[in-house]
């Protein structure tokens, strides 16, 4: 949890506010926050290389959340998509992400 805190001068008084914000990280936002993208190079993707997809939704940042990986196959795990890097160009290519 990072804290970051504002600062406001207005005529004779400080107002400080602090808002709290989930710190997460993934590798890359296309558009307007459209497309969440992280990239994996296993084969095989896992519940716990989708905690900052989940939490990027949770707060209602994200229009598609996408795992980018090796895996043979498509999936989805609740909202986020599992593509392999082939299929995701294509679908990219095709404007299909909304950017």
């Not at 970051?4 to 709290?20: A, P, R, S, T, V």
């Not at 939490?55 to 999936?75: M, W």
Request: with cysteine; aromatic share 10%; proline share 2%.
């Amino acid at each position: 949890m990072l804290d970051l805190i504002i600062l406001h001068k207005n005529e004779d008084f400080m107002k400080k506010e602090i808002f709290k914000f989930k710190i997460q990280e993934v590798d890359f936002i296309l558009g307007d926050k459209e497309v969440a993208l992280e990239i994996k190079s296993g084969k095989m993707v896992h519940g716990i290389e989708l905690k900052s997809l989940k939490a990027l939704q949770e707060d209602g940042q994200t229009k598609h959340s996408v795992v980018v990986c090796c895996e043979k196959y498509p999936r989805e795990v609740g909202n986020i998509s599992v593509i392999p890097w082939t299929i995701f160009l294509e679908k990219l290519w095709a404007g299909d992400f909304g950017v």
